[in-house]
């Protein structure tokens, strides 16, 4: 059975995104840029959502860099009820639903999942125990109101256990915890 990895860059204050940050919320760095680079050199079966896909497929060309081009390089799956096509090679749209279909990709599967950002598809799959790997990226600011969506909003409660951190560019936390199974510790 191959494992699932959920990728989340996320504000301090859990946001995935503002309406007036650039990408890696403007913190890019050569620590960070190395982390990808080598996340991206690995065997894996991209997961996308229509959102995060049409932003990453669509990317300009003086923003495609050597991780786009590895990323096009990838087997990719976007799960969308209205994309019927897709230009960006190596992807298969499918309109199953997304806990189905990664669970036969996870049973099936030659190669690891991974998915990239793509919200609503990580939420769907955390509340359906699939996720081996829950590896947050969290850079140092706070959104506050000008955040776009809040990363975990109704995702149901689970325990995690810390697997890994590290500290990229002297200011980016790296978390990685796996699913217990467990609920939450209550009071």
Same mark, same amino acid.
């Given at each position: 059975m191959q494992t699932l990895t959920v990728d989340v860059f996320l504000s301090v204050d859990g946001w995935a995104g503002s309406a007036d940050s650039p990408g890696y919320f403007g913190y890019f760095g050569s620590e960070l840029d190395e982390w990808i680079t080598t996340e991206l050199a690995l065997p894996q079966l991209m997961v996308f959502g229509r959102r995060t896909y049409e932003a990453l497929a669509g990317l300009p060309d003086e923003a495609r860099d050597e991780s786009w081009r590895r990323m096009t390089e990838l087997d990719k799956v976007v799960f969308s009820s209205t994309l019927?096509?897709?230009?960006?090679?190596n992807t298969?749209?499918?309109?199953?639903?997304?806990r189905a279909e990664v #669970?036969? &990709?996870?049973?099936d599967g030659d190669v690891a999942v991974r998915t990239v950002g793509s919200l609503s598809v990580? #939420?769907? &799959?955390?509340?359906?125990g699939l996720v081996d790997r829950l590896r947050l990226m969290t850079f140092p600011l706070l959104v506050g109101t000008s955040g776009r969506e809040p990363a975990f909003a109704g995702v149901a409660s689970a325990e995690l256990e810390l697997v890994d951190h590290r500290v990229l560019d002297g200011r980016i936390l790296l978390i990685e915890y796996r699913p217990t199974g467990r609920d939450i510790p209550r009071g």
């Open positions: 019927s096509t897709s230009a960006w090679p298969r749209i499918c309109r199953e639903d997304p #669970r036969r &990709l996870k049973q990580a #939420r769907q &799959l955390c509340d359906a």
